[in-house]
């Protein structure tokens, strides 16, 4: 069993194991259109507590931000990004408070069951941004950047549907150049 970092409670993926074996690791395929973001700390704090990276090299272009993941990390000290173990949320904005999930073509889990996880999800963050100010923003910018694959999660932090207000201003955003 692969480990993340000790910022969500529960070990974050929060959960997810049964809905990730049943739908056989889908969004671990990955290829030069499909990557990982890692945050520009996160190699080193990993290997730092002894976690293995090897199955993440950087991708050819050498951006610290996004790597490949080219094997399972099926190993019991394999790292799992934090992006892997909040997949499939991404924060739309810094407050935490808009979301949108991976797509749910790929991503079988049932948003009934992502909005329970999201308060772990966002606590595990905000805990991030406290050690490493401007994580968030560095997650909202590529939100931003990749929302194509992404759509509007239509409840939030206390599992309840946003108002219309809130789901007007997410697909602003999300329409945002
Ligand atoms: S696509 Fe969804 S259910 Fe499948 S492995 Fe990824 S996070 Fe888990
Ligand atoms: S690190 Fe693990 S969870 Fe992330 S893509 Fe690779 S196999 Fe999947």
């Not at 700390?41 to 730092?48: K, N, S």
């Not at 805990?127 to 694959?149: A, C, N």
């Amino acid at each position: 069993m692969s480990k993340t970092l000790d910022f969500f409670k529960n070990n974050a993926q929060i959960d997810s194991a049964k809905h990730c074996a049943a739908c056989g690791y889908t969004c671990c395929t990955l290829d030069e259109n499909n990557f990982i973001v890692l945050f520009p700390w996160e190699r080193d704090e990993a290997t730092r507590v002894g976690l293995s990276m090897a199955h993440l090299p950087p991708m050819q272009d050498n951006n610290p931000l996004y790597v490949n993941c080219v094997r399972p990390c099926t190993g019991l000290n394999d790292y799992k990004p934090i992006n892997c173990a909040t997949y499939p949320m991404y924060p739309l904005t810094t407050d935490l408070e808009l979301w949108v999930r991976g797509a749910k073509n790929r991503c079988p889990i049932a948003n009934i069951h992502l909005r329970k996880q999201i308060k772990v999800i966002a606590d595990g963050l905000r805990k991030i941004e406290f050690v490493h100010p401007g994580s968030i923003k560095t997650l909202v910018d590529f939100t931003r950047i990749y929302k194509g694959e992404l759509e509007l999660f239509e409840y939030g932090l206390d599992g309840k549907k946003l108002s219309p207000t809130q789901i007007t201003l997410a697909l602003a955003l999300m329409r945002a150049k």
